[in-house]
């Protein structure tokens, strides 16, 4: 879907219309099923001024989740302490403030619930106005309850040069919220999670063909040989590379002037001529760069 620029996160509303949340455009947009978008909701054109990023309903409204109200380019990047909001799209009325980067929120037993991810807890908040707080470390974000347990996805704390390189689902009493356990997990960080149906389950299970490492090993392999390159290594972990991995060409449509201050798109066309995966991922991350 073109019209979604980098989109954070999706959800449907109470007639089934899917929306997408687009931070750096400041809008969530509700996608048609001809591939076309409609506005949903908008905010100050700079780019990525509030960081716009989750969204949920709640009796048939939709709520989102930023990092605060801002009006220039990336102005929750200076200082977002206690800045943040879950806001209603509809009237733009604040419905949780103090936050500091918050995500993912949920109405869980007549409460808000949200990832307060730049502190590292949960925070949930009544409409009385009463609030707790549950500790958990981390960059919590992703939320669930199902049955008595509240599930927690929390990964490492990120910079802006450093990728989560550890995860765990924390599990809490949902009466009490206090933790019970830690899950810990194979993938770098936890975006979401949710609870899906035993069908569901079996469907992942199989589409994904996680559980069998044989047959990532195949598919990665057969991926190569599709393009007669015989890899230096398999697997999509970020060691460090040899030289023969270290080849690649970039060709970008640079605008001839650029104006000071400003942000921009470059579209960049990244081939790999090496030998091995290129994975942005730690402890030798590829990244693009520019001179």
Known sequence: IDGVHTPHDVTTLADGTVVAVAPRSNVILAILPDGST???????????????????????????????????TLGWNANCDGTGI?????????????????????????????????????VRVWPDGR??????????RGLCAVDDRVYVGVSDWRTSREQ???????????????????????????????????????????????ASRRRQLLDQLSMFEAVGVTPSRLWAVGEKLDR???????DAAVPPVLTADDAVSIRCTVTNRGNALLVSAPPHPVLLSYK
């Open 86 to 122: 879950l806001f209603d799209t509809e009237t733009n009325e604040e419905v949780v403030t103090g936050l500091t980067q918050p995500h993912t929120p949920r109405w869980i037993d007549g409460a808000w619930a949200v990832c307060d991810s730049g502190s590292g807890g949960v």
């Open 244 to 250: 023969e991995g270290c080849r690649i060409t970039i």
């Open 38 to 72: 409609r506005t949903v909701w908008a905010g100050p054109d700079a780019f990525d001024a509030w960081h716009v990023n989750c969204a949920t309903t709640h009796e048939g409204r939709l709520y989102a989740t930023a990092f605060g109200r801002f009006d220039r």
């Open 131 to 140: 609030r707790a707080r549950t500790d958990v470390g981390g960059f919590p």
């Open 164 to 210: 989560s390189v550890a995860a765990n689902i924390v599990v809490l009493d949902r009466t009490t919220w206090n933790e019970v356990e830690r899950i810990p997990m194979e993938s770098g960080s936890v975006y979401d999670i949710v609870s899906v149906d035993e069908a569901t389950w079996g469907a992942l299970h199989i589409g994904f063909g996680f």
